[in-house]
């Protein structure tokens, strides 16, 4: 008692020199300290023998209060992204966080299986027919940026990277993907909308998707605002009873019935267009992005990029097509190298539905976890890649073409509901994803991406900024990984070929 009367007489001491506000804030701070204590404490002396530890390449530790069990390496990427439906789900992980922003009654916020009718249905836009067409398009609203944007105003100037990069591939995504009609209802106050659907994957939606937080209220109005622009498209549409004239997504969804025979309601139409915006735009943004910011601190390989399509299509530089982007090697791989350094999606979750065994280990998983897998960790371990912190386009010379860029067997493929993909997920290579969730906008992703590199090569030169080394860090705030902003870089515009040709006039 002698020792406690001691402790307390000098916190007593010290206390009343103190105002409440202090007394208040001090200890909300000692009980936040003590409960990280105690947490830590239980993990390391409580541990289950049967579950993972709290270290390795399998672990488990407390996330927002939930054992969270993470499997790193190839092993785990194909443990996680492949398991059964029966044992894991991610539905129940990614709904409070991905309804909000898409919208009722698509992607996670239905079943598995009508998620995966919903995946083909959306496929119609991502044949190869369809993304042989989408390269002049994505060329136009380009070079339709540069000419326009106050970002690239005169010869020279400075560039604030990832914030015009979203900007323009927004306006690619919408021509491309989602039509003409769609398209002119996109300006720069779309593009603001935009961002506030996009902070709609904040961390803590998470936890508190409702919550009336000043983020929420801009992402609910954004939601319901570009819902209605869709719908009045449809309705449009529907009230003229015109008949379809053009291939654009909305009139392929108008025709779409579930296997039910249950038409497609106009409000799903208007959502699953939101959600195939988000996911056509938004690892886009944050990789050209990553793109450009590589190219600035490697003035050499925006000069070879552009003396490759020099060499092989020509010194006049034709226009870009599929067939000639597919002979552009320098070019892929360029794209290849930032997402194998950038990977867009930095952790992928899924929910534990029945016990299961971590594979070639003792350890069970239960019920109560969520497993995580981040691939984007295997991509950058030197056990698969030398130096593979260093951006290095040329690791890929002898590389596989964009089209095939995991190393898994071809052979090896599964129907999931929307036509066959890829199986494995052993490749140290899963910028998409594995699996029935893997993403099916990733061949149109390679074909954004190249076509908006072999335009900007076309059309500048990057550096960085005066003193400035390599690139800014990554900002993992959102679901999505993407460049700390502002991440400006100088640029400065190529000089054209004057036409010699004398045109004689009679």
Same mark, same amino acid.
């Given at each position: 008692?002698?020792?406690?009367?001691?402790?307390?007489?000098?916190?007593?001491?010290?206390?009343?020199?103190?105002?409440?506000?202090?007394?208040?804030?001090?200890?909300?701070?000692?009980?936040?300290?003590?409960?990280?204590?105690?947490?830590?404490?239980?993990?390391?002396?409580?541990?289950?023998?049967?579950?993972?530890?709290?270290?390795?390449?399998?672990?488990?530790?407390?996330?927002?209060?939930?054992?969270?069990?993470?499997?790193?390496? %190839?092993?785990?990427?194909?443990?996680?992204?492949?398991?059964?439906?029966?044992?894991?789900?991610?539905?129940?992980?990614?709904?409070?966080?991905?309804?909000?922003?898409?919208?009722?009654?698509?992607?996670?916020?239905?079943?598995?299986?009508?998620?995966?009718?919903?995946?083909?249905?959306?496929?119609?836009?991502?044949?190869?027919?369809?993304?042989?067409?989408?390269?002049?398009?994505?060329?136009?609203?380009?070079?339709?940026?540069?000419?326009?944007?106050?970002?690239?105003?005169?010869?020279?100037?400075?560039?604030?990277?990832?914030?015009?990069?979203?900007?323009?591939?927004?306006?690619?995504?919408?021509?491309?993907?989602?039509?003409?009609?769609?398209?002119?209802?996109?300006?720069?106050?779309?593009?603001?909308?935009?961002?506030?659907?996009?902070?709609?994957?904040?961390?803590?939606?998470?936890?508190?998707?409702? %919550?009336?937080?000043?983020?929420?209220?801009?992402?609910?109005?954004?939601?319901?605002?570009?819902?209605?622009?869709?719908?009045?498209?449809?309705?449009?549409?529907?009230?003229?009873?015109?008949?379809?004239?053009?291939?654009?997504?909305?009139?392929?969804?108008?025709?779409?019935?579930?296997?039910?025979?249950?038409?497609?309601?106009?409000?799903?139409?208007?959502?699953?267009?939101?959600?195939?915006?988000?996911?056509?735009?938004?690892?886009?943004?944050?990789?050209?992005?990553?793109?450009?910011?590589?190219?600035?601190?490697?003035?050499?390989?925006?000069?070879?990029?552009?003396?490759?399509?020099?060499?092989?299509?020509?010194?006049?530089?034709?226009?870009?097509?599929?067939?000639?982007?597919?002979?552009?090697?320098?070019?892929?791989?360029?794209?290849?190298?930032?997402?194998?350094?950038?990977?867009?999606?930095?952790?992928?979750?899924?929910?534990?539905?029945?016990?299961?065994?971590?594979?070639?280990?003792?350890?069970?998983?239960?019920?109560?976890?969520?497993?995580?897998?981040?691939?984007?960790?295997?991509?950058?371990?030197?056990?698969?890649?030398?130096?593979?912190?260093?951006?290095?386009?040329?690791?890929?010379?002898?590389?596989?073409?964009?089209?095939?860029?995991?190393?898994?067997?071809?052979?090896?493929?599964?129907?999931?509901?929307?036509?066959?993909?890829?199986?494995?997920?052993?490749?140290?290579?899963?910028?998409?994803?594995?699996?029935?969730?893997?993403?099916?906008?990733?061949?149109?992703?390679?074909?954004?991406?190249?076509?908006?590199?072999?335009?900007?090569?076309?059309?500048?030169?990057?550096?960085?900024?005066?003193?400035?080394?390599?690139?800014?860090?990554?900002?993992?705030?959102?679901?999505?990984?993407?460049?700390?902003?502002?991440?400006?870089?100088?640029?400065?515009?190529?000089?054209?070929?004057?036409?010699?040709?004398?045109?004689?006039?009679?």
């Amino acid at each position: 008692m002698g020792l406690l009367a001691i402790v307390l007489k000098r916190l007593h001491e010290q206390l009343s020199y103190r105002s409440l506000g202090a007394i208040v804030a001090g200890g909300l701070l000692s009980f936040l300290v003590l409960a990280i204590v105690l947490n830590v404490l239980g993990q390391l002396l409580l541990k289950n023998p049967n579950e993972p530890p709290v270290y390795g390449d399998c672990f488990t530790f407390i996330l927002l209060g939930t054992k969270t069990t993470v499997c790193l390496g %190839a092993k785990g990427n194909e443990f996680i992204l492949n398991g059964k439906l029966k044992d894991v789900n991610a539905e129940e992980i990614y709904s409070p966080l991905t309804t909000p922003v898409f919208g009722t009654g698509v992607v996670y916020d239905c079943p598995n299986s009508k998620l995966m009718e919903q995946k083909k249905m959306v496929k119609f836009g991502l044949t190869s027919e369809s993304l042989r067409s989408y390269i002049p398009l994505i060329v136009g609203e380009t070079l339709d940026f540069i000419g326009r944007s106050p970002a690239f105003k005169g010869s020279k100037g400075t560039l604030n990277v990832p914030a015009t990069m979203a900007e323009l591939t927004i306006y690619t995504a919408s021509r491309s993907l989602q039509g003409k009609e769609v398209r002119s209802k996109f300006d720069s106050s779309f593009a603001e909308l935009y961002h506030d659907l996009d902070m709609g994957f904040s961390p803590i939606n998470f936890m508190l998707p409702w %919550a009336p937080l000043p983020h929420n209220r801009k992402r609910d109005y954004a939601q319901r605002k570009m819902a209605q622009t869709y719908l009045d498209i449809i309705q449009a549409r529907r009230r003229s009873g015109v008949k379809q004239d053009s291939d654009d997504m909305i009139w392929n969804l108008m025709s779409c019935a579930y296997k039910d025979g249950v038409p497609v309601p106009d409000l799903e139409i208007a959502h699953m267009m939101i959600a195939l915006l988000m996911a056509g735009q938004h690892s886009s943004s944050s990789t050209i992005a990553w793109i450009v910011l590589r190219l600035a601190t490697r003035p050499d390989i925006t000069e070879e990029l552009l003396e490759e399509q020099r060499t092989i299509l020509g010194d006049d530089l034709p226009p870009l097509t599929y067939d000639s982007l597919q002979r552009l090697p320098l070019n892929s791989q360029v794209v290849k190298e930032t997402l194998r350094l950038h990977a867009p999606i930095h952790s992928i979750m899924r929910k534990v539905k029945s016990t299961i065994q971590v594979p070639d280990t003792k350890y069970t998983i239960p019920e109560t976890h969520v497993l995580l897998a981040a691939p984007g960790v295997t991509s950058m371990a030197a056990t698969h890649f030398d130096d593979p912190n260093t951006w290095e386009p040329h690791r890929w010379d002898a590389g596989a073409s964009p089209s095939s860029m995991d190393n898994t067997d071809e052979d090896e493929k599964i129907d999931y509901g929307y036509g066959l993909v890829s199986k494995g997920a052993g490749s140290p290579y899963l910028p998409f994803g594995a699996g029935r969730h893997r993403c099916i906008g990733e061949a149109f992703a390679y074909v954004q991406l190249g076509t908006i590199t072999a335009t900007l090569v076309r059309e500048f030169r990057f550096r960085n900024l005066d003193g400035v080394k390599g690139v800014v860090g990554t900002d993992y705030s959102s679901l999505f990984s993407r460049p700390l902003s502002p991440a400006v870089v100088n640029w400065e515009k190529r000089e054209k070929k004057k036409n010699k040709e004398k045109v004689e006039k009679d």
